[in-house]
């Protein structure tokens, strides 16, 4: 190929670009949306549906799967396949605490990091490339992988299905892109008691939340620290009012595990566990299983350093991670699938949350570049 005339290049030399990549990222950060509120997920859909008219010739479709958004853009059948999703772990109302800013090369808002950034990098290496390598590219974008995409899950299989490889818009680790992930398990655990006066007769109740406590104690060894795998409790809630004995515990419980074995014991105890008091109840009244583990193409991995040289950027590093992504999904289907190929930042899920201005520009390159190298040769991934 030739750099001089490359999509990679046109994005590199481009001295418009920035800003108007800028600008679109505002304009998304700025329509909060996070996963459980549906009408907040539509209200950025329909904005970002108008964003990608901004960047692409030919329309974003607006779907509606199960009940929530879900936008579709090129290909019915893509040779290579662009992931991501518009939806965040940050409440309504965030923006007034974290507001959208610009400060030197990084930019800030609830959201840009994970992963709005990395939706607008996408769209300016789509916009790069040749009308022909446009027609091989497909793009989906889903509003539910910040709550395990129980809803999408099926939409992103038949999309990706029969597709040579998958580019997930997900944020980079420091710079680089994600070659392993756990697989992510979680589950709401209902601990069932029996209510009574706290200081008529309290021996009457049958106590949810010390029941609870000894659950949350018990699953701090579930872990391994050979395997890698994590147990961690992550929410708790339990009592009406302080003079009664709680008669109901609600727990979450987050697993990462680097197989479906570990994912399989950790499953197996949370489903075994026995409370201490003979008459209280416990169920798994959602969650199980998620995302199984996540391993990339290592061609892909390769070939991907390869092109960050040949385009004038830093070599990309690697890294295997804890979190899971959609990826994980598209991985285990067989397909070619790289990750992390969103922001260059820091801070997903925490305060601090921020992406690059710079990374933007060459990120949008760096995969204007591997798609373009993907739909003339995928086989060099396989």
């Known amino acids: ?51 990608m008219a901004d960047w692409l ?27 991501g999703h518009f939806d965040t772990v940050w409440p309504i109302g965030t923006l007034t605490r974290i507001p959208w800013a610009v400060k030197g090369d990084r930019i800030q808002g609830p959201g840009v990091f994970d992963m709005k950034a990395g939706i607008v990098q996408g769209l300016a290496a789509l916009a790069a490339l040749d009308p022909a390598t446009q027609n091989d590219v497909g793009m989906l974008l889903t509003c539910d992988e910040e709550i395990g995409s129980g809803t999408s899950r099926d939409l992103i299989e038949s999309v990706a299905t029969g597709s040579d490889a998958v580019i997930v818009l997900e944020p980079s680790v420091a710079g680089d ?3 392993s992930r756990k697989g992510t398990s979680w589950y709401e655990i209902q601990i069932t008691g029996r209510a009574a006066h706290a200081g008529l007769e309290p021996e009457k109740g049958i106590n949810a939340l010390t029941e609870a406590a000894a659950f949350i104690t018990a699953t701090t ?8 795998t994590t147990v961690t ?31 399989q014991r950790v499953d197996d105890l949370v489903r075994q566990w026995v ?10 009244i959602a969650g199980g299983i998620n995302r199984p583990a996540m391993t990339a193409s290592p061609a892909l991995v390769s070939r991907t350093r390869e092109i960050s040289v040949e385009i004038g ?18 991985a285990a289907l067989g397909i070619a699938t790289l990750d992390g190929l969103g922001a260059v930042g820091d801070g997903a899920h925490a305060d601090h949350e921020w992406a690059s201005v710079e990374g933007m520009r060459e990120r949008a390159a760096l995969v204007a570049a591997l798609i373009t190298d993907l739909v003339l040769d995928a086989g060099h991934v396989a």
């Open 313 to 330: 950027l830093s070599p990309i590093g690697d890294r295997a991670v804890g979190g899971g992504s959609d990826g994980n999904f598209t």
């Open 57 to 83: 010739a030919a329309p974003a479709q607006l779907l509606h799967h199960r009940g929530r958004p879900a936008i579709r853009w090129g290909s019915d059948q893509p040779k290579v396949l662009l992931i």
């Open 1 to 51: 190929m030739d750099l001089v005339t490359s999509p990679a290049h046109r994005i590199l030399t481009d001295s418009t670009l920035t800003d108007r990549m800028l600008s679109s990222v505002e304009t998304l950060v700025n329509v909060e949306s996070p996963s459980s509120d549906i009408a907040a997920c539509t209200r950025c859909a329909d904005e970002l549906v108008a964003v």
């Open 233 to 263: 409790a992550t929410t708790a809630k339990a009592g009406v009012t302080d003079n009664t004995v709680p008669d109901r515990a609600v727990i979450g419980l987050d697993a990462r595990a680097w197989s479906l074995a570990e994912q």
């Open 177 to 179: 892109v994600k070659s």
């Open 275 to 284: 409370p201490m008091h003979p008459e209280a109840t416990v169920d798994v």
């Open 221 to 228: 060894t579930w872990g391994d620290t050979q395997t890698g």
